[in-house]
């Protein structure tokens, strides 16, 4: 059973273009959350999703940055016009149940957005 | 609002010592769950264990133990006779009635030789 996969593992862009980071969750997960990581910080929440619905985006910028969770596909997280504050560890995770009923929430590996 | 706070930024120590690693937490939920996540230099996220608040049992795997005290709404971590492949960030979450986690800011744990 394949873990939560994220990709691009690493991501450069230059300021002003669009970033797309994909998450696939684990088989079965229609959960999903993304987390962002800034340097020698701890993760903070971004937005919480379920298949085609967001359920909670408090966590996210209200500008440039948007994420979706389709009935088919990867959930996609969305930063137009990059700026070099948003370079950052972004990571997704997901879960099969709402809340933490379930023992364990899985974190993908992550993708690092270096804006140049 | 929830808040976890990981006072010891970063600990050094040599292998085969133990050591401890500290999370306090602050929330108003009854009902909540604590975490802890390993992050080696590779930078992926790692499950290490959950707990829910009416649990109060501490828990051992191994050289790793937890000690959850809701007196002291604490939950911290033990490693038993260090070794090298410990070395990582660690981090503590506090999760409650919102879909989301609150981490704390990681103790970073460097075990030498």
């Known amino acids: 059973n394949a873990g939560v996969m994220q990709n691009p593992r690493h991501l450069v862009r230059r300021r002003g273009q669009e970033a797309r980071l994909r998450c696939s969750p684990m088989k079965g997960h229609s959960h999903v959350y993304w987390y962002r990581q800034l340097p020698e910080e701890g993760l903070k929440f971004m937005v919480y999703l379920q298949k085609e619905n967001i359920i909670d985006e408090s966590g996210m910028p209200k500008e440039r940055f948007s994420a979706e969770f389709p009935k088919e596909g990867p959930s996609i997280l969305r930063i137009q016009q990059v700026v070099r504050g948003d370079s950052a560890a972004y990571f997704c995770?997901?879960?099969?149940?709402?809340?933490?009923?379930?023992?364990?929430?899985?974190f993908g590996s992550g993708t690092q957005l270096s804006v140049l | 609002a929830q808040k976890v706070t990981q006072a010891q930024t970063e600990i050094s120590v040599v292998e085969k010592e133990d050591v401890t690693l500290d999370c306090v937490y602050e929330?108003?939920?009854?009902?909540?769950?604590l975490f802890w996540y390993k992050q080696p230099p590779s930078g992926e996220l790692g499950f290490l264990i959950r707990r829910n608040s009416f649990d109060e049992q501490n828990e051992i795997s191994g050289r790793y133990s937890w000690n959850f005290q809701k007196s002291t709404s604490s939950f911290n971590f033990t490693i038993t006779a260090s070794q090298v492949v410990d070395s990582a960030v660690y981090f503590c979450a506090l999760g409650g009635t919102a879909s989301k986690l609150t981490f704390g800011t990681g103790t970073r744990l460097q075990v030498t030789l």
């Open positions: 929330t108003r939920d009854t009902t909540y769950y």
């Open positions: 995770a997901s879960s099969p149940l709402q809340g933490f009923r379930n023992e364990k929430l899985f």
